[in-house]
């Protein structure tokens, strides 16, 4: 049975697509099967793999809404082992239409159960919102991934998410664990990025990853070519940071034996 994982944080900018994007294409270069799913109607991971939303018939929001067969709408990327469940502009609506619906919290779930045991991981890209979309993508998830860019005001709207993620786990998905929190956008040169990393440590101690993610220009660049870190530059320090992370979670999941971390600092 493969693990779904969601990316969640409802503050915009702090590397969440980017995260859900490169974590997934590097579990699938380390050969493990995995579906990435675009649950945000800016459907940035969508265009992020190459795809034109524009010209996406059928996506997520079908899946949810029209109860569509997601294996009629998944893509297979230009990365081995790496698959999409895009979305479209459509998905913004589907919180209104859905809103009277029975069991409109597990809408998505449903959806993901029909694909689940075909991939090792599901990682769901959430938008920036604690709206039913999210809702839906927790109540699915079997853990959460906390993105949190190393800058100011970090900290900022983390409890409310927190809370948003127990409320989820009492009511709707008992079975929700936090992966981790990740710590984005990390500059060696800033002072800053040092206290910010600092402070989210010792405020979630073995909650965080060892893995950091660094500001890296190959990183921001490789969605505007429609590629992945991997396949943009392998060899970049966003590459190795993601690599870093999916070696990590393997290691927790207890998927992997041992691995050598290099956090980017």
Known sequence: MGKTIAIAN??????????????????????????????????????????????????????????????SVIRESSTPNLYLLPAHIDLVGAEIEMINLPDREKMMQQAVAKIKNDYDFVIIDCSPSLGLITVNALTAADSVIVPVQCEYFALEGLGKLLNTIKIVQARLNPHLDIEGILLTMFDVRLRLSRQVVDEVKTHFQQMVFETIISRNTRLSEAPSFGETIIMHDATSTGAVNYLNLAREILQKNKLVASINLNSGE
């Open 10 to 71: 409802q503050k915009g900018g702090v590397g969440k697509t980017t995260t859900a994007i490169n974590l997934a294409a590097s579990l699938a270069v380390l050969e493990f099967k995995t579906l990435l799913i675009d649950a945000d109607p800016q459907a940035n991971a969508t265009s992020g793999l190459g795809f034109d939303p524009k010209e996406i018939e059928s996506s997520i929001y079908e899946c949810i809404i029209e109860h569509v067969d997601p294996k």
